[in-house]
């Protein structure tokens, strides 16, 4: 169910980014947010899972209501594809970060839960260009992309100094960041999730201990 999930938040997300700065199309925009979160809620345990059924046709209304309304000889043309179209409006950083919630809560199914995820692995050491432009992202550098608050933005900052140290970390952290080390904003996003999810990780001297 978790797996289904995964792919049709990312089909949500894929269809409503490229017309997100249409307005005609505004209550799409909304019913697309509010499915997302409710799926985000499932994943996380805040909702009971159900069936993907529902969802997946949930899914399919909005995307038969945004081919009707291009198909209407008054409206305007599709946009074009580029995420750079898109990739600054409030609504669509919000929608990533619902479905990066998704995309975590399948990792640590996956590893057996929140304690095996979290068990320390060897190091994994990252390039400092690569660390320089998710920091970059993070303190808000970067116009397109929303960055986190204090708290979580000073223990990303924290995590990546150590990525690129090579330190021991979670095991269920740097399976992630090796599968997103080409994609900086990806990365971005999913150690913000982490973050998060647990709120002692990133904390030095030791993020074991509480708060």
Do not use: C
């Not at 899914?59 to 209407?72: D, V």
């Not at 409206?75 to 998704?102: C, N, S, T």
């Not at 095996?116 to 994994?124: D, I, M, P, T, Y």
């Not at 960041?177 to 904003?185: F, G, H, I, K």
């Amino acid at each position: 169910m978790l797996l289904k999930m995964q792919g049709m938040a990312h089909t949500l997300l894929d269809t409503i980014g490229p017309i997100l700065n249409n307005e005609a199309l505004h209550a799409e925009h909304k019913s697309a947010l509010k499915l997302l979160t409710r799926m985000s809620e499932r994943a996380l345990g805040k909702r009971a899972v159900g069936g993907s059924d529902d969802i997946a046709e949930e899914i399919k209304q909005i995307q038969n209501r945004i081919a009707a309304h291009y198909a209407n000889p008054g409206a305007a043309a599709r946009p074009g594809d580029g995420i750079e179209q898109y990739a600054g409006h409030p609504m669509f950083k919000q929608m990533r970060q619902l479905a990066a919630d998704v995309d975590l809560e399948i990792r640590v199914a996956q590893a057996g839960g929140d304690e095996k995820f979290l068990q320390f692995s060897g190091g994994l050491s990252l390039n400092s260009d690569l660390v320089a432009q998710v920091a970059n992202l993070v303190s808000g550098v970067e116009e397109t992309y929303d960055p986190p608050m204090e708290e979580h933005g000073r223990r990303i900052q924290n995590l990546l100094k150590k990525l690129k140290e090579g330190a021991a970390l979670p095991g269920g952290l740097l399976d992630i960041v090796r599968a997103l080390r080409e994609d900086p904003v990806a990365l971005a996003d999913a150690l913000h999730t982490l973050v998060r999810r647990y709120p002692t990780l990133g904390n030095n001297p030791n993020w074991r201990k509480p708060d």
